[in-house]
């Protein structure tokens, strides 16, 4: 891929003794930062045109416990108020009366048996679009209803709703249901998200009442329990008959940015400075490599926008990015190195390198310190190579600092100083068999030790990397080394570093398809395009270190798992695909990749479109292998966090 670059400079604010002069005030990055824009939807009669069976449900309470169904303009009065409110008015007793809490467990099984099962049919036509086409403009949806939280999610998931809402907010989740403002409250707070950044969207007067007294915007719609004149006297924002009206209200209301009208580049997203380089600890901020991948595949522009402000509005882990940071400090040539891999003032890094290449130019940057950064490639699960590799792929500045940044913020050490060279010849596939079958002669001691090994409490490592897992055993696993992973091979310093490049492609593909989806060889693959694009724009006597370190590091990362992909499966895998070539002007094989592309588009997991591009390119150049095409469609899922993600970041 590429784009043009962009030499636009950043703002400059008054020098202090502790920041960069050259960084913006904190104010000035809040100002450009996108405030988090919020959808609030109640549910039955907004989303589910659940009044009707709410009614089925109450009546089949009452004849449950005995007593004579209620009227069902009574009961439809009730919709929106908490179940015990609502049991307590019908019955006309106290609250904390007995027969309430019976009514409230009776209509739970009602719901269940009557509500649930039909719960499909009853979407108001318009919804889930609308919700899937906020999602994509950025927007967060979510839900404030008076059901029960269990009930509500529920009702959701039945309807296939589920997926669209990011915070959920049910009656038992507040002290004071609606109308009172609570509910709102809460989701704000949830989002870090403010009231002018939001709009509630009801069918009663009780869902507009609880967004005045938040001080959001409401957008009334009529389809459901109370008629219009009645949503009206509750002074709503906006009223709307049909779903689709409400969502175009609400983009109208929120000001949404990729909506019609924003005229935003590839090269605006990448130069965005906005956001910073890791959230929740040290979760890497992937957008800009998705941009990066999909403008690669020709996705058209709007629709790059809109996956850029779905992922800024809420990550597939279920976290927000966050806000760039201030510089704590001044890094300069005298003092870059003592913070290496600290995990300290990624701001300040990038300050430097910013300052660093007005004066060297990008080549000369990339010359004169990548190289001491190589050894620490694999750091952030390699996150930061790929930011960097990819940067120089699109041909970005901003994003090319980052990446430079980044490597140094997270560096990990490889410790390629180890290697001595090894007597075997051959090929990156017959280097891999050859300790694919050592670890077989060897477990299980192998695997054990490896275990007890990562196990342990490295000096060196940053504490965040605790809480990541597959960060701290390759971190540690690095630190300690194996003899087979210093053994460097004969074709590393025999042969053109092109063609390693290709023989290591067709290898971290093949074990890719040893365990298809699996997240950390998918990071071999990614992170294999990127050290490429590095080693073309390092000095010729560089091209092939960073060959060796890359294959240090992958063999560090494998060793880190604990177990090995057996010889027998990568000799099978290898051996289909060894001369196994398509046509490339076949349209069959054109029709292909349009379905891998439009699959990616749609996955909320990144990594996706990642590879896709990453394929499509290396069976481009490779001729039409077929390995590629088959890989591009084995896409892998966002993993669970781990328990230690319930203890707050350390950095």
């Known amino acids: 891929m590429t784009t043009a670059t962009t030499n636009t400079t950043a703002p400059t604010t008054t020098s202090t003794t502790t920041a960069d002069p050259s960084a913006p005030t904190a104010a000035s990055a809040t100002s450009r930062t996108a405030p988090t824009r919020v959808a609030m939807f109640d549910l039955d009669g907004t989303l589910v045109d659940s009044p009707r069976a709410i009614v089925e449900a109450f009546t089949a309470a009452f004849e449950a416990m005995g007593r004579a169904p209620r009227d069902p303009a009574a009961v439809r009065a009730t919709i929106g108020l908490p179940l015990e409110r609502a049991f307590a008015d019908l019955l006309e007793v106290e609250r904390d009366d007995p027969s309430v809490a019976e009514g409230v467990a009776r209509y739970q099984e009602a719901f269940r048996t009557v509500v649930l099962p039909r719960a499909r049919s009853l979407v108001f036509p318009g919804v889930a679009e609308g919700l899937a086409r906020l999602r994509g403009q950025g927007v967060v949806v979510t839900v404030a209803t008076s059901k029960f939280h269990a009930s509500a999610d529920a009702l959701l998931s039945a309807a296939g709703l589920r997926e669209h809402i990011t915070t959920l907010v049910g009656a038992d989740d507040v002290s004071r249901p609606k109308p009172h403002p609570e509910s709102g409250q809460l989701i704000l707070g949830r989002l870090d998200a403010r009231p002018e950044h939001a709009v509630m969207v009801g069918d009663t007067t009780h869902d507009l009442k609880m967004a005045t007294a938040a001080g959001v915007a409401s957008v009334a719609i009529t389809y459901g329990v109370h008629g219009r004149a009645e949503l009206e006297s509750a002074a709503p924002t906006h009223v709307a008959d049909t779903f689709p009206q409400a969502v175009e209200q609400i983009l109208a209301v929120l000001a949404v940015d990729g909506a019609p009208g924003d005229s935003r580049s590839v090269e605006d997203l990448l130069d965005d400075s906005t956001y910073h380089i890791e959230f929740n600890g040290h979760l890497t901020n992937h957008i800009k490599h998705a941009v990066v991948a999909l403008a690669g595949l020709g996705v058209a522009p709007d629709r790059i926008r809109a996956y850029h402000d779905n992922y800024i509005a809420l990550t597939p882990y279920g976290c927000r990015v966050e806000p760039a940071r201030q510089p704590q400090r001044v890094i300069d040539e005298d003092n870059w190195l003592e913070l290496l891999g600290k995990r300290t003032d990624f701001a300040a890094y990038c300050a430097f390198f910013d300052r660093q290449e007005r004066e060297l130019g990008m080549a000369g940057l990339v010359r004169r310190y990548v190289p001491r950064l190589l050894a620490g490639w694999a750091g952030a699960l390699q996150h930061a190579t790929i930011h960097l590799g990819w940067a120089l792929d699109a041909g970005n500045r901003r994003m090319a600092i980052e990446g430079i940044a980044y490597l140094a913020f997270a560096y990990v050490d490889c410790h390629p100083e180890r290697a001595a060279t090894a007597s075997d010849a051959g090929r990156p596939q017959d280097s891999l068999l050859r300790i694919a079958r050592h670890w077989e002669e060897n477990q299980p001691g192998l695997g054990a030790r490896i275990e007890e090994l990562v196990a342990g409490r490295g000096p060196?490592?940053?504490?965040?990397?605790?809480?990541?897992?597959?960060?701290?055993?390759?971190?540690?696993?690095?630190?300690?080394?194996?003899?087979?992973?210093?053994?460097?091979?004969?074709?590393?310093?025999?042969?053109?570093?092109?063609?390693?490049?290709?023989?290591?492609?067709?290898?971290?593909?093949?074990?890719?398809?040893?365990?298809?989806?699996?997240?950390l060889l998918l990071h071999l693959i990614t992170a294999l395009h990127a050290m490429r694009h590095i080693a073309d724009a390092l000095p010729a006597e560089e091209r092939r270190r960073a060959v060796a370190c890359y294959w240090t590091g992958i063999l560090g990362v494998l060793f880190s798992r604990g177990h090995f992909v057996t010889p027998a499966k990568l000799t099978a895998i290898d051996g289909l695909f060894a001369t196994a070539t398509d046509d490339v002007d076949d349209p069959r094989w054109s029709r292909e990749w349009e379905w891998h592309i439009a699959r990616a588009v749609e996955e909320e997991e990144e990594h996706n479109a990642k590879l896709v591009y990453v394929m499509r390119e290396l069976w481009r150049g490779s001729g039409g292998r077929s390995v590629f095409r088959v890989a591009a469609g084995q896409f892998t899922t966002t993993p669970e966090l781990p328990p230690t993600f319930d203890h707050p970041p350390t950095d």
């Open 460 to 519: 060196d490592i940053h504490p965040e990397l605790m809480r990541s897992g597959l960060q701290y055993r390759i971190a540690r696993m690095l630190g300690e080394g194996h003899p087979l992973m210093y053994e460097t091979p004969a074709w590393v310093a025999d042969q053109d570093p092109d063609t390693s490049w290709d023989q290591l492609a067709h290898l971290v593909t093949v074990l890719y398809l040893t365990e298809p989806g699996d997240f």
